[in-house]
């Protein structure tokens, strides 16, 4: 409820669902193979995924709800795993499961603490702090492998992890550096081979102002974020100092806090390296988003901050009031808020949309899914913010451009960013929902289908209520 409740289809999945399609029938987007493929043959997920929807009677729809909730337990398993090693009571345990109900973005990185939809980013991150729990129970292995299973969802999310824990184990484990080093050394070759001869080659290319005015996400730079959004960001850096120093000083860290703590530090530290790469315009720096780091700082700093405010340096006996108010002052305030964002700020939207929660733009991509899988379609530029989802993802089928998702994919392959531009400049001198301007767009990109909430002078194919499907040859 705290994310304005789940949707199917939504945001994000603009882009995971057509690349779990493109397994599942060969024959989809063979306009827009290009584009969806620039960052899916960067990951597995969409191969993961496909796996699951081949199961007879399995649904799209139903195995992302699945894997939504899968997530969401996922996260409040670890988050109960790490509070119990770290707390003292259960009472607070429960205050920190509340505390990461507080939906919240992290500032200008693109992130959010949770999502209304399943993305494999949420997943890797739930997985991620798996690893974290199994690194305070001194089970260095388990962990590594669950950061290799949290790659196969979201690679970078993962690599932040496993930063923060490799720094983690050369401090706790003295006698680990050096094979550390040597692991260390071994990753940064095969990151260079990828770089060479694999999937990362041609990455390290600038990218050019033709390149980046395609892209036009100025959040992608953090030299160019604004003040209040460096504080913001960076504000858990002391929390998490201060928070440690006094569990230090009042004797409270328990095995392996300390180690947690300084490796940290160390996603800061790669931050700060990474910086004048990002500025540059390095095309893999830009790729990477590392500012997202600032993700793990947050859900540490939050831990601290709910032990601060449950527990504190007072003695375990006078702790359990202490915490059972603090447990119930979050989860009001998470059931609060979630009840607002349900039912006052988006009253419209259900708590569970396991379909998509438009019924005409539902009926119209119902309609797309039954014409030709090469038929290029045309839509408003910013359908998929419009009715919720895209047409790539609920009907399945090649569209013109969906302005937002299309201009982040051009981030990953300068050749679609072209594309995309090109698409951009099209939009602009032609009124796409007019039949002139439809027409002319049809015959300079072979579309073949016109969706359109109000009635135009063309050949009607199909009607979903306020929603219009034109043909255009």
């Given at each position: 409820m705290n994310a304005a409740g789940y949707r199917y289809a939504a945001s994000d999945q603009a882009f995971y669902i057509p690349a779990v399609v493109r397994h599942l029938e060969p024959s989809a987007f063979p306009r827009d193979a290009a584009l969806i493929d620039a960052q899916a043959r960067l990951t597995l997920v969409d191969e993961i995924v496909a796996v699951g929807a081949r199961i007879p009677g399995l649904s799209l729809p139903h195995l992302f709800l699945?894997?939504?909730?899968?997530?969401?337990?996922?996260?409040?398993?670890?988050?109960?795993?790490i509070g119990s090693r770290m707390y003292r009571g259960r009472w607070a345990v429960v205050a920190l499961g509340a505390a990461l109900t507080l939906r919240h973005a992290i500032a200008k990185t693109g992130a959010n603490t949770l999502e209304g939809y399943f993305h494999p980013r949420q997943l890797a991150f739930a997985i991620g702090l798996w690893a974290v729990?199994?690194?305070?129970?001194?089970?260095?292995?388990?962990?590594?492998a669950l950061l290799a299973l949290a790659a196969a969802f979201h690679p970078t999310t993962a690599a932040w992890f496993l930063v923060w824990l490799t720094a983690a184990a050369a401090v706790a484990r003295?006698?680990?550096?050096?094979?550390?080093?040597?692991?260390?050394?071994?990753?940064?070759?095969?990151?260079?081979?990828?770089?060479?001869?694999?999937?990362?080659?041609?990455?390290?290319?600038?990218?050019?102002?033709?390149?980046?005015?395609?892209?036009?996400?100025?959040?992608?730079?953090?030299?160019?974020?604004?003040?209040?959004?460096?504080?913001?960001?960076?504000?858990?850096?002391?929390?998490?100092?201060?928070?440690?120093d006094a569990r230090r000083r009042a004797g409270q860290t328990v095995p392996g806090e300390t180690p947690l703590a300084v490796g940290a530090m160390a996603l800061v530290l790669l931050f700060v390296c990474w910086l004048p790469f990002n500025a540059a315009h390095v095309a893999l720096a830009v790729q990477l988003q590392l500012s997202r780091v600032f993700w793990m700082l947050d859900v540490l700093a939050t831990i601290y901050l709910v032990w601060a405010l449950a527990e504190g340096t007072a003695t375990a006996a006078a702790t359990w009031r202490r915490a059972a108010i603090v447990a119930a002052l979050l989860t009001t305030a998470s059931v609060a808020r979630g009840l607002y964002t349900c039912f006052v700020q988006f009253p419209d939207r259900p708590i569970f949309a396991v379909d998509v929660a438009h019924q005409d733009w539902r009926d119209a991509m119902a309609f797309a899914r039954t014409t030709d899988p090469g038929s290029g379609w045309l839509a408003d530029p910013i359908h998929a913010a419009k009715y919720g989802s895209s047409v790539r993802a609920?009907?399945?089928?090649?569209?013109?451009?969906?302005?937002?998702?299309?201009?982040?994919?051009?981030?990953?392959?300068?050749?679609?960013a072209m594309q995309v531009a090109e698409r951009l400049r099209a939009l602009e001198e032609l009124s796409w929902d007019t039949p002139e301007g439809a027409r002319a767009l049809a015959r300079r990109f072979s579309l073949d289908y016109l969706v359109v909430d109000h009635q135009v002078d063309l050949p009607l194919a199909?009607?979903?209520g306020s929603l219009f499907v034109y043909k255009l040859r």
């Open positions: 699945g894997l939504y909730v899968a997530t969401l337990g996922l996260m409040l398993g670890a988050a109960i795993r729990a199994a690194f305070l129970d001194r089970r260095e292995r388990m962990a590594l003295p006698a680990w550096r050096g094979r550390l080093a040597i692991a260390a050394v071994i990753a940064l070759l095969a990151g260079g081979l990828a770089i060479w001869r694999g999937p990362l080659a041609g990455h390290l290319s600038i990218m050019d102002p033709e390149w980046l005015a395609a892209i036009g996400e100025k959040d992608l730079f953090p030299l160019a974020w604004p003040i209040d959004v460096w504080i913001t960001n960076l504000v858990s850096v002391p929390v998490i100092v201060l928070c440690w609920a009907g399945q089928r090649d569209v013109l451009l969906e302005a937002l998702k299309d201009r982040a994919i051009a981030m990953y392959d300068r050749r679609v199909h009607r979903s």
